[in-house]
């Protein structure tokens, strides 16, 4: 690994960790999902390849706490009953305005070295 590569996989790890709610949020917003669903949605996402389902659960449960996300069990014809999560419309509020605080820093990271 260059040194190069090391710098990024550090900053890379960081970005993740500054921007999974975001994502969890925006996902559910879509419309309500399970924990599979969530994670092969989130696979998708620029560094989230390798996501493992367990580790949604601890910030689901967060973000449930915090009045962000509901979840409920319902049951299915075929096996065990799945859990739900639903963006709240305080989850959504919040969502808009980690989406506004996102683009401002991608405005002044685009705009760098334009004012002279």
């Known amino acids: 690994m260059t040194p190069k590569d090391d710098v990024l996989e550090r900053w890379i790890s960081q970005a993740r960790k500054g921007y999974f709610e975001m ?3 925006s996902r559910l917003q879509a419309g309500r999902a399970y924990g ?16 493992a389902e367990g580790t949604i659960y601890p910030v689901l449960a967060r973000m449930k706490k915090d009045g962000l996300v509901t979840a409920e069990w319902v049951a299915t014809d075929a096996g065990a ?17 980690m989406r506004r605080v996102w683009k401002r820093m991608g405005d002044v990271l685009d705009n760098q070295g334009m004012d002279s």
């Open 23 to 25: 994502l969890l949020l």
């Open 36 to 51: 599979y669903q969530i994670v092969a949605s989130l696979k998708r996402a620029p560094g989230f390849e390798a996501l």
């Open 81 to 97: 009953p799945r859990k739900y999560y639903t963006t709240t419309a305080f989850g959504a509020d919040v969502l808009t305005e």
